[in-house]
T-cell receptor, first 111, second 114 residues
Framework: QKEVEQDPGPLSVPEGAIVSLNCTYS??????FMWYRQYSRKGPELLMYTYSSGNKEDGRFTAQVDKSSKYISLFIRDSQPSDSATYLC???????????FGTGTSLTVIP | GAVVSQHPSWVICKSGTSVKIECRSLDFQATTMFWYRQFPKQSLMLMAT?????????EQGVEKDKFLINHASLTLSTLTVTSAHPEDSSFYIC??????????FGSGTRLTVV
């Protein structure tokens, strides 16, 4: 079983839709959870960084962590064409520990 | 599922020496591999893109003579940090992909230069 599972998509939504991106994981020791956005030919850009369980909101983006279910989500409200990218989840057991990435979900927001 | 093995997971080296990091795709043929660098609490920075059998394409500001990348086969890419200095201490991570495939990341290498 892989450490982190993420549906690669592709996911296509109309502009203004709410997007839900999800990852599941198997290692209960993971404490740090991250979401990255990657545009074509660019390095992943850190979007959200969450420690342990709970919600974190930043503008149109909300990250949720449910450690009991080993499930994390990223919600994008009022999606824009500029949100079209690949979104990767990542997690680790602690600062300085190894990262484990999902494979990324390709998102296209249609104007 | 796709697996990328990155080795070593951590390494300490003396200033002035060279360090080689390997990235292997274990169960698929990776036509493209990426090398990233990350400083604490910062995003991954793309260093270079390598396609099997051709020279790596380096991002602006990355010294190609210092960070040597070789992608000799569809399952192996290596990053050699030459004449390492303390400022090269960082977390290096690779990812591998092929057309219509997601990205698969290695688990990273923590390099400490003393």
């Amino acid at each position: 079983q892989k450490e982190v599972e993420q549906d690669p998509g592709p996911l296509s939504v109309p502009e203004g839709a709410i997007v839900s991106l999800n990852c599941t994981y198997s290692n209960s020791a993971f404490q740090y959870f991250m979401w990255y956005r990657q545009y074509s030919r660019k390095g992943p850009e850190l979007l959200m960084y969450t420690y342990s369980s709970g919600n974190k909101e930043d503008g149109r983006f909300t990250a949720q962590v449910d450690k009991s279910s080993k499930y994390i989500s990223l919600f994008i409200r009022d999606s824009q064409p500029s949100d079209s990218a690949t979104y990767l989840c990542a997690m680790s057991g602690g600062a300085g520990n190894q990262f484990y990435f999902g494979t990324g979900t390709s998102l296209t927001v249609i104007p | 599922g796709a697996v990328v093995s990155q080795h070593p997971s951590w390494v300490i080296c003396k200033s002035g020496t060279s360090v080689k990091i390997e990235c292997r795709s274990l169960d698929f043929q990776a036509t493209t591999m990426f090398w990233y660098r990350q400083f604490p609490k910062q995003s991954l920075m793309l260093m270079a893109t390598s396609n099997e059998g051709s020279k790596a394409t380096y991002e602006q500001g990355v010294e190609k003579d210092k960070f040597l990348i070789n992608h000799a086969s569809l399952t192996l890419s290596t990053l050699t940090v030459t004449s390492a200095h303390p400022e090269d201490s960082s977390f290096y991570i690779c990812s591998a992909t092929k057309p219509n495939y997601g990205y698969t990341f290695g688990s990273g290498t923590r390099l400490t230069v003393v």
